[in-house]
């Protein structure tokens, strides 16, 4: 078994389960944060605490030492959601010395208003907010703009540049369906569809719709890194390594920060007497996501194993992609 010291573990390796020691709020998140001065400082993981008698977030360092968490905050609000908490947030970090590298902290990230003055909020309450960074390479692929939504609190992306100016709200884009519409069809239709005399044509669903529909496959199983959500899986393409193992590539999708993640797994089970698995997690921006989502599209029962070894040029480009990108998480484990 494996894990690099820089990553984040959702999985306890030590313990072999999720939990790891110490106690938290039911609401929480987690941060990394950047030094405002000091080279040699190193970036630390934090987690945000909320609480609601009375309303107020606690910030707490991870000791890069020991890996526990401190024991006093490094910062306190009271009432937190009052006024402009991105404003707030950064305010009381760079007075503590730090930077959150997270969405609302950086130049590409935009908050929106949702059809009003307030801004608006996501499933986990914070202010949301539109990545402007990038353009879609192909134009035969659509950018679904409801798709570039990130929470204020997301995972930083290696696209992150820190804001200098923060940018005036914009209004919410809402363009996408919950699932693609069934078509409406008569009685007559419903009874000669029984006798099986004619099917009518359902219409096929739209890029957008396509992508949202995915989403369903898989959600609610695995954790995500930023907050208590639960990412959903949006595709996956299987490729065969150099030894014929299956390799996974696929894209995921946290239903309430909406941050995204590209995962590697490849499964040396049925090769290695120590049934060896190997996973990778990296951070992606909207953009990234939505053009893997469109490769993977493209490959017709990409999903299943049986194809994975005509993928080659799949997965050399896929590997090229990933080839200096910082891990958000990377562990080996051994089934015996």
Request: proline residues 7%.
């Amino acid at each position: 078994m494996s894990q690099d010291d820089s990553s984040y573990q959702i999985f306890n390796l030590a313990t072999m389960s999720g939990v790891y020691p110490g106690s938290r709020t039911a609401v929480m998140q987690r941060i990394r944060l950047l030094p405002l001065s000091g080279k040699d400082r190193p970036a630390q993981w934090a987690r945000l605490l909320w609480y609601n008698e009375p309303p107020a977030c606690v910030l707490y360092l991870q000791s890069s030492a020991t890996e526990q968490w401190e024991t006093h905050p490094l910062l306190r609000l009271d009432n937190p959601l009052t006024g402009d908490f991105a404003q707030t947030f950064h305010d009381a970090l760079a007075a503590a010395g730090w930077r959150a590298f997270t969405c609302g902290e950086c130049a590409h990230w935009q908050p929106l208003t949702d059809g009003g003055a307030e801004y608006a909020v996501g499933p986990d309450a914070l202010p949301l907010g539109r990545c402007g960074w990038g353009v879609v390479s192909s134009d035969s692929v659509e950018m679904p703009e409801a798709l570039r939504e990130q929470s204020v609190l997301a995972l930083g992306c290696p696209a992150w540049t820190a804001v200098t100016t923060r940018q005036a709200p914009s209004p919410r884009v809402k363009d996408l369906k919950a699932r693609p519409p069934k078509p409406s069809i008569s009685l007559w239709q419903r009874i000669v569809i029984r006798l099986g005399i004619e099917r009518p044509e359902t219409p096929k669903p739209s890029w957008g719709e396509r992508i949202v529909e995915r989403s369903g496959v898989g959600a609610g199983t695995e954790p995500c890194f930023a907050c208590q959500g639960r990412i959903a899986n949006l595709g996956a393409l299987i490729v065969a390594t150099d030894e014929d193992d299956k390799r996974t590539f696929s894209v995921w999708r946290c239903r309430r920060c909406h941050t995204f993640y590209l995962n590697d797994w490849i499964d040396r089970w049925e090769r290695l007497d120590s049934l060896e698995t190997e996973e990778t997690y990296y951070r992606l921006t909207p953009v990234e996501a939505v053009e893997l989502l469109a490769l993977f599209d493209n490959v017709i029962g990409g999903e299943h194993p049986a194809g994975r070894r005509d993928r080659t040029e799949q997965r050399r480009w896929l590997e090229k992609f990933i080839e200096s990108r910082p891990r958000i998480s990377h562990q080996i484990r051994q089934g015996r």
